[in-house]
């Protein structure tokens, strides 16, 4: 069925207005967003980020964030400068998917019941970076159906300085592009620009720009099904190290086995991260749901995964202990992991009989 334009942007638009309001600064009851503890944490900072003070996101995060604070001054018009920008790139994630779902004649709809109406999208829409970052996965793939590799590459360089994981799909992309000497080039842009804007920050500040990465691998277990094996902080290391291995195994598993198209594929690679990565927070299954959309594909276990990933910061500081094995978040994290695996299956699976 095909909708009207209008009426996505309406959706899309209602949306966005309804997660703008859900955290603003004003409300008293408002629900948590990462976006306003940077302005309580880094408001008063002199200077950039990464030379004057670190940042625990890369580089396009933390200087649209200074930027919103260098523009908005006080935390209300702070917040409205960061929504706008996140609005900005919400359009662009909603027009790709458009485009992406028009080419392969599907299912317009599929946008409202994904990108708009979804509780998780309205939730952490404004929320992180995960839209921004996001946005720029599928514009990347986008730009690659459509032969522009070159700028395809450098969207796939600017998504990995928001959150560096898009460059696991790296190993997905490559055979979808038929020349070596355009794969030599993909590589070169979007691993050679975000090398470059880190070795750049790195130069100029070489203390305190390194703490950004070190900062993520230095945190703890976080909404991760691996608090179950590793109740104690003390294992947690350990935990890591389990993660990292099945976190390679699962990659592995779909890079060699060539099944499935190159939006089944990515969300494969997605999925297998987030699944073994020990830390899962709520707002990183929006990188999932532009890809249900364009797989056309309503799965009803989705919608329990929602409701689970949903309920992990709604009940989050009612929890006595929200980080424990067994506390309510932890136990929603826990049943979002289980949901999202059979996903995974159910897609593999689909796309092997279709290619039989």
């Not at 409300?27 to 670190?54: A, C, T, V």
């Not at 030599?184 to 880190?198: D, E, H, K, Q, T």
Request: glycine residues 4%; hydrophobic residues 55%; aromatic residues 16%.
């Amino acid at each position: 069925m095909k909708i009207g334009k209008k009426t996505i942007y309406a959706a899309a638009s209602s949306s966005f207005l309804t997660s703008y309001l859900i955290h603003h600064p004003r409300l008293d009851n408002r629900i948590y967003s990462d976006i306003l503890s940077f302005w309580f944490r880094h408001s008063s900072e002199i200077g950039p980020p990464y030379i004057s003070f670190p940042f625990e996101y890369p580089p396009i995060s933390g200087f649209l964030t200074y930027i919103s604070m260098i523009l908005g001054k006080d935390i209300e018009r702070y917040y409205l400068i960061f929504s706008i920008i996140i609005f900005i790139f919400y359009i662009v994630l909603i027009e790709s998917v458009r485009r992406i779902i028009s080419e392969r004649d599907g299912m317009d709809e599929l946008i409202i019941i994904f990108l708009a109406v979804s509780p998780s999208m309205i939730l952490y829409m404004i929320y992180n970076f995960d839209v921004i970052f996001i946005s720029l996965v599928i514009l990347s793939l986008l730009l690659l159906q459509a032969k522009r590799v070159r700028w395809s590459a450098i969207a796939l360089g600017a998504s990995a300085l928001a959150k560096f994981m898009s460059f696991i799909l790296l190993p997905v992309i490559l055979p979808y592009i038929e020349e070596k000497r355009d794969r030599v080039a993909y590589i070169a842009l979007s691993v050679g620009l975000f090398c470059l804007v880190n070795a750049v920050l790195y130069v100029l500040s070489p203390t305190v720009f390194p703490q950004t990465y070190l900062h993520h691998a230095e945190w703890g277990l976080e909404d991760s099904w691996l608090i179950y094996l590793f109740p104690d902080e003390n294992t947690w290391n350990t935990a890591k190290l389990m993660s990292l291995i099945l976190m390679a195994y699962a990659l592995l598993k779909v890079y060699l086995s060539k099944v499935g198209d190159l939006y089944e594929r990515c969300f494969m690679a997605f999925t297998a991260f987030l699944l073994t990565n020990y830390v899962f927070t709520p707002q990183m299954l929006l990188w999932l749901l532009p890809f249900f959309a364009i797989m056309g594909w309503i799965p009803w276990p989705y919608f329990i995964a929602e409701f689970a990933n949903a309920g992990i910061i709604l009940t989050w500081f009612s929890a006595p202990d929200p980080v424990r094995a067994y506390s309510l978040p932890q136990n929603l994290a826990l049943l979002r992991a289980i949901i999202l695996f059979i996903l995974l299956i159910q897609v593999y699976l689909s796309a092997r009989r279709r290619e039989r």
